[in-house]
């Protein structure tokens, strides 16, 4: 399994980005993939999740209502909108997909990795 992440950059406080995640190796939709963020020297925290299967989506705390995570099965990609972005947002953010259908929370229940991608929040 390979995933592939992009479209992070420098955006203006308020801005928004849409993050990508291509994935080859696995059956489109069929298992959960989330996005992590990381960062400079906190722990990588999780920031969504499409389960696999019925396309349900979960969020962490912070970012209801501003992000939203989709899934195109078609093309293998998994999307992440993010909306009303702020400095606190700034961060290297992963996506990751696991062996199963369900969503987590924690990094070491996903077993592939994207390289990450650079998300800069600043006026």
């Known amino acids: 399994v390979q995933l592939q992440a992009s479209g992070g950059g420098l955006v203006q406080p308020g801005g928004s980005l849409r993050l990508s995640c291509a994935a080859s190796?696995?059956?489109?939709?069929?298992?959960?993939t989330g996005w992590f963020r990381q960062a400079p020297g906190k722990e990588r925290e999780w920031v969504a999740c499409?389960?696999?299967?019925?396309?349900?989506?979960y969020y962490e705390d912070s970012v209801k209502g501003r992000f939203t995570i989709s899934r195109d099965n078609a093309k293998s990609t998994v999307y992440l909108q993010m909306n009303s972005l702020n400095p606190e947002d700034t961060a290297v953010y992963f996506c990751?997909?696991?062996?199963?259908?369900?969503?987590?929370?924690?990094?070491?229940?996903?077993?592939?990795w994207g390289q990450g991608t650079l998300v800069t929040v600043s006026s």
């Open positions: 499409v389960n696999g299967g019925v396309p349900r989506t």
């Open positions: 990751a997909a696991r062996s199963t259908a369900g969503c987590g929370t924690q990094p070491g229940l996903y077993r592939s």
């Open positions: 190796g696995l059956i489109p939709g069929r298992y959960a």
